[in-house]
């Protein structure tokens, strides 16, 4: 099946970091996303990673992927204020790039 | 560089209406996607056009088309306006039908 899921809500303090978590079913994803949405704005796509990797970092973001689980991750170092916003997850589901999507996870980045 | 545009920001209409939305990809990419996002949710496929071809359709019903012109621009169409079609409809283009797509601002639609 197609499904995505992800935690609806994420409070984190200034300065800490974010684990933002998502699980997906199809085994045969290439590529996983993370993308930002800010208040009555579009997406704003964060990095991705190739299904035949662990992880990649940029800059204060770092992706894991646990593909034996179908588990991936979201780590936001030093979070601030301007990253409040929803994440999603979303997974590329066949070669023509159809994306599914979770229903995001709302982060809240308190003082 | 200019981004993902779409046009218009804001409609509303009523039930039983019909409506034509539009986007604009990033110069260079030939591959457009549309996606409804109802509130609260995650963005759901609906259509992805590859060099003018329908390419991938989503779980919508007839009323919902579009097309791709020559210059890789895309409209939406959507017949028969229901109340479950208030929805931010989101655009986003990629150089090839497989890479990273980067989504517009979307078109916010409200059926009364």
């Known amino acids: 099946g197609e499904d995505v899921e992800q935690s609806l809500f994420l409070s984190v303090r200034e300065g800490d970091s974010s684990v933002i978590n998502c699980t997906y079913t199809d085994s045969s994803s290439t590529y996983l996303y993370w993308y930002k949405q800010e208040p009555g704005a579009g997406l704003q796509l964060l990095t991705y990673i190739f299904s035949n990797m662990d992880m990649k970092q940029d800059q204060r973001l770092t992706v894991l992927l646990n593909k034996k689980d179908k588990h991936l991750s979201l780590r936001i170092a030093d979070t601030q204020t301007g990253d409040s916003a929803i994440y999603f997850c979303?997974?590329?589901?066949?070669?023509?790039?159809?994306?599914?999507f979770g229903a995001g996870t709302q982060v809240v980045v308190t003082p | 560089d200019a981004g993902v545009t779409q046009s218009p920001t804001h409609l509303i209409k009523t039930r039983g209406q019909h409506v034509t939305l539009r986007c604009s990809p990033i110069s260079g990419h030939k591959s457009v996607s549309w996606y409804q996002q109802v509130l609260g949710q995650g963005p759901q496929f609906i259509f992805q056009?590859?060099?003018?071809?329908?390419?991938g359709r989503g779980n919508f019903p007839d009323r919902f088309s579009a097309r791709q012109f020559p210059n890789y621009s895309s409209e939406l169409n959507v017949n028969a306006l229901l109340l479950g079609d208030s929805a931010l409809y989101l655009c986003?283009?990629?150089?090839?039908?497989?890479?990273?797509?980067?989504f517009g601002p979307g078109t916010r639609l409200t059926v009364l």
């Open positions: 056009y590859y060099e003018k071809e329908e390419r």
């Open positions: 979303a997974e590329k589901i066949d070669s023509w790039g159809k994306f599914q």
């Open positions: 986003a283009s990629s150089v090839d039908s497989h890479n990273e797509q980067f």
